[in-house]
Nanobody, 127 residues
Framework: QVQLVESGGGLVQAGGSLRLSCAAS????????MGWFRQAPGKEREFVAA????????YYTESAKGRFTISRDNAKNTVYLQMNSLKPEDTAVYYC????????????????????WGQGTQVTVSS
């Protein structure tokens, strides 16, 4: 079992940047594909970005392409989400998620594919 803790959220003005971190404990992160999801008030949780175990495969939702970058440091058991050019519509609670996988290229884009979840970190972008 792996435990996930997100950090790095906060209040930022539109156009600003934040870097979210997801620290894992309990198991080595290199065994897991990782994803970032977000949930705004009154909306369903939605996919943001995903990365394969080795970091060789990444996926982004359309709205995140060109602005967000997902990365991982398996030696530090941490996954990151660098968010640039933030917009008010990016306001949400951001969650990281993990799923063990034997496929080095796997990176799920659906919340239902993930087994473990963090508690979330709030990101608020003011206009």
């Amino acid at each position: 079992q792996v435990q996930l803790v997100e950090s790095g959220g906060g209040l930022v003005q539109a156009g600003g940047s934040l870097r979210l971190s997801c620290a894992a404990s309990g198991r080595t992160l290199s065994m897991y594909a990782m994803g970032w999801f977000r949930q705004a008030p009154g909306k369903e949780r939605e996919f943001v970005a995903a990365i394969s175990r080795t970091g060789g495969v990444t996926y982004y939702t359309e709205s995140a392409k060109g602005r967000f970058t997902i990365s991982r440091d398996n030696a530090k058991n941490t996954v990151y989400l660098q968010m640039n050019s933030l917009k008010p519509e990016d306001t949400a609670v951001y969650y990281c998620a993990a799923r063990s996988s034997s496929l080095g290229t796997y990176a799920g884009r659906s919340a239902g594919e993930y087994t473990y979840w963090g508690q979330g970190t709030q990101v608020t972008v003011s206009s």
